[in-house]
Antibody
Framework: EVQLVESGGGLVQPGRSLKLSCAAS????????MAWVRQAPKKGLEWVATISTSGSRTYYPDSVKGRFTISRDNAKSSLYLQMNSLKSEDTATYYC????????????WGQGVMVTVSS | NIVMTQSPKSMSISVGDRVTMNCKASQNVYNNIAWYQQKPGQSPKLLIY???NRYNGVPDRFTGSGYGTDFTLTINSVQAEDAAFYYC?????????FGSGTKLEIK
């Protein structure tokens, strides 16, 4: 059974950093592109980052480019999101999601972890 | 950057009715569209990929169509459990932009 379990969320002050983790199981992690998607309270979904199978290619929307870094450790079947210079508008539930083999649709999602940016 | 525009923002439908919701891309995305369903308090679930392919286990009352810039998700004979938000997403090429969603309420 595919499982994606996020951790590392919490309350953080504006301008500070936070690192999210996603532990994957039930599939060969190294074969899949992975992603982070966020959802601000009462808002829609926003794609945040994608990483290729080896980690050599990463993709970001303009809203987080230069502040967020996605990475992975295939030996540990883990995905990460380093978030720097956090702003109040980064407050959201962050989901780890599995792309299909290639940068295609998301077929599995984690349960999400909440990040609150506030002083 | 590509923009995905969904309409309507919300709709209220009776059980057994047919519902159609739309997703318009600001540029040609061919058939590179997915549709997701999100119920309150839950993670999104994949419904349709490559515009018209139903994902594993998705009831056949859900149908996707379209190509290029205009896409449609149709639910035939809506059930009470279909009350949710529905999102389209551009796939295959970055940015993997989502639409703003359509809220489906059941009367």
């Amino acid at each position: 059974e595919v499982q994606l379990v996020e951790s590392g969320g919490g309350l953080v002050q504006p301008g500070r950093s936070l690192k999210l983790s996603c532990a994957a199981s039930g599939f060969t992690f190294s074969n899949y592109y992975m992603a982070w998607v966020r959802q601000a309270p009462k808002k829609g979904l926003e794609w945040v980052a994608t990483i290729s199978t080896s980690g050599s290619r990463t993709y970001y929307p303009d809203s987080v480019k230069g502040r967020f870094t996605i990475s992975r450790d295939n030996a540990k079947s883990s995905l990460y999101l380093q978030m720097n210079s956090l702003k109040s508008e980064d407050t959201a539930t962050y989901y780890c999601a599995r792309h299909t083999m290639g940068p295609y649709y998301f077929d599995y999602w984690g349960q999400g972890v909440m990040v609150t940016v506030s002083s | 950057n590509i923009v995905m525009t969904q309409s309507p923002k919300s709709m209220s439908i009776s059980v057994g009715d047919r519902v159609t919701m739309n997703c318009k891309a600001s540029q040609n995305v061919y058939n590179n569209i997915a549709w997701y369903q999100q119920k309150p308090g839950q993670s999104p679930k994949l419904l349709i990929y490559y515009a018209s392919n139903r994902y594993n286990g998705v009831p056949d009352r859900f149908t996707g169509s379209g190509y290029g810039t205009d896409f449609t998700l149709t639910i035939n004979s809506v059930q009470a459990e279909d009350a949710a938000f529905y999102y389209c997403q551009r796939i295959y090429n970055s940015p993997f932009t989502f639409g703003s969603g359509t809220k489906l309420e059941i009367k």
